[in-house]
């Protein structure tokens, strides 16, 4: 299959560089359209040019593509790793044509009604992480830790109080222990390996909406960290608790301590779930995986909508 | 061969005209574009999709009919087989191959009007597009809705499942604009029925499942059956000779007004086995009314619910306070206990 696709490929660390990297491996060709340098005339060339089986668009804050002339000339595919519903945010689902294409991927499997009621053509693919990333890190003083917390902890959606309650919590309880990363600078590539594989646990927090998390799940172990992760409606049909990671509930921060104290002391028992987890990511869960789950989606739809027939 | 022809006028470039000449070059040998008061930007494109063009700047609103059998005078100079016509705002869902394959002499397809965010079922119809030459150029004489087509098309056509998406009218104030052009042209509303004109009105659309719209067509085309010919009249062909020594068959009615060009002389004359066929055809649009292409319920606005505290997976007294894992029964839990070193 030939796609056409628009996101930011400047860096080595964006997720379109790892999606496209992924189809690549499938055997597929992609044509990464840059955002912020094409413009409606670069995408309708290179659609005629290309005669692409779907063009793949992930957000951007470019909102000047002509879509609706798009979606004339090629089947058109959203993906977002991002929750919109219950959010501020959520507005865009009416209103930014990156939700009004022929089919919308993203990792909320909880609003099917809702994406109807917006009138979003959806559908539900779980998150993942980049195959090439899924390797055990080495020790780095700088990130040993008994406790960690990865991700946004400054600045974070007002409406998810728990994180901040979570982080303070933290804070409180195991002084000198726990620490909040990145600080201040970002930490990528093998740097973010080696936290994972230098911290004994990894707290994780996904602002909570019924079947849908982060991607931060599969990034921390899949790239090799110890889990412990609040217990979201959907988890447990992909991840084990107590095999793949451990689960926590929101809220019940005493239960979080008990958990914490307790795989602190028992390392083997922190170590087997850690490799047991990262191997099944590595295996089950990467992009890869997600694009053969993306593809069959697009044949399915296009056949659906366009009943098997190319428009143009 | 296959021939395509459009008449554009101002504006359309920055419309749909791109879609429309795509679809063009995708199917036609050969393209020729009409440039009906045409802009620059109009012309800008004709010249990069490299297509034959000429200007014509009757008032299409009063003088369509003439402008088409200019158009088709034009084509003349030399032989044709396949024409494929389309407004500027159309797009032909269909193969080169699959046109070539047609049997026939004329094909109706189904115009689907697209209309906001879907497409509109009462607005959409059968029309033709697609014809094959055969010197008869005569277009019905009426200013408004005289088709793109010769008028013995529509007589002899076919029905074909073949979707013809006009964009035309999707947007809100296209349908305006249209509304007044035709209060201004058709105000009585005698080229057309005024419920016509009165559903331009509305905002209401379907929404659009190409596979349950090809479902319907190919089952209306089945029941559309071509009555076998009510009156058969020979027709007869008058070859000329042009100026360069070539000679061409022109229509008996056609041959004064051929003659007036120049440099013709009449060689000989001929009666074909093409006959001039009036069938009857039904049934046409309201059919494909009746046809069950599903729609979604009407939108509900979601209410806002902010998440509240607690969220999540409840707790449960089988939960395994180690590592979260729960149970399905008491005793399941305690199995899953042993797992862990001090539980």
Known sequence: MLLLYIGNFTKPWCTEVHIKASFESLGHTVIPLQEGKIDNEIIFNAIKKHNPDFLLYTKTWNKEYDWKAIKRRVFTVSWTLDLYHNLDRKDQLDNNPFFHTHLVISPDGGHDKEFKEHKVHHAYVKPGVYDKECYIGKYDEEFDYPIVFVGSYLVYHKEWTHRKALIDFLYKTYPGKFECFPKDRAIRGDTLNNLYATAKIVVGDSLHSPHYWSDRLYETTGRGGFLIHPKVEGIDEEFEYGTHIVGYNYWDFEGLKKKIDYYLENEKERKEIQMAGHQFVKENCTYVERCKTVLKLINDEKTKLWGGKRPI | ?343
Not at chain 2, 23 to 48: F, P, S
Not at chain 2, 197 to 205: G, I, N, Q, R
Not at chain 2, 224 to 242: D, E
């Open chain 2, 1 to 343: 061969m296959i021939t395509g022809y459009c008449i554009t006028t101002a504006g359309e470039a920055n419309r749909y005209l791109r879609d429309t000449f795509d679809c063009l070059q995708k199917l036609c040998d050969e393209v020729v574009i009409v440039l009906n008061r045409a802009g620059a930007a109009e012309i800008a494109l004709v010249e990069e999709y490299g297509f034959d063009s000429y200007a014509d700047s009757a008032e299409w609103g009063l003088h369509q009919h003439e402008i088409k059998e200019r158009l088709m005078k034009w084509l003349s100079h030399k032989p044709r087989d396949l024409m494929v016509c389309l407004d500027s705002d159309e797009v032909l869902l269909m193969s080169k191959k699959e046109i070539q394959e047609l049997k026939g002499d004329a094909w109706y397809v189904y115009v689907m009007n697209m209309w906001g965010d879907g497409w509109n079922r009462k607005w959409s119809f059968w029309n033709i597009r697609i014809w094959r030459w055969n010197n008869i150029l005569e277009f019905q004489h009426t200013p408004l809705h005289c088709g793109l087509a010769p008028k013995w098309c529509y007589e002899v056509g076919q029905y074909i499942p073949v979707i013809l998406e006009h964009y035309g009218l999707m947007l809100r104030e296209d349908r305006l604009k249209k509304i007044a052009r035709y209060e201004k042209y058709d105000p009585k509303a005698k080229y057309k029925d005024r419920a016509y004109y009165e559903a331009l009105k509305s905002d209401d659309f379907d929404h659009i499942n190409y596979e349950h719209i090809y479902q319907a067509l190919h089952k209306e085309v089945g029941k559309c059956k071509v009555k076998t010919l009510t009156t058969k009249k020979p027709m007869k062909y008058i070859f000329l000779r042009n100026k360069h020594g070539n000679v061409v068959d022109v229509p008996e009615a056609q041959v004064a007004e051929t003659m007036k060009r120049g440099g013709f002389t009449i060689v000989g004359e001929v009666s074909t086995g093409k006959v001039a066929e009036v069938p009857t055809i039904e049934p046409k649009l309201e059919t494909i009314e009746r046809k069950e292409v599903k729609l979604d319920p009407p939108v509900v606005e979601a209410p806002v619910v902010a998440p509240t505290d607690p969220v999540g997976v409840p707790k449960s007294p089988l939960d395994c306070e180690i590592c979260g894992f729960t149970a399905k029964s008491k005793s399941g839990l305690k199995v899953h206990a042993k797992r862990h070193s001090k539980a």
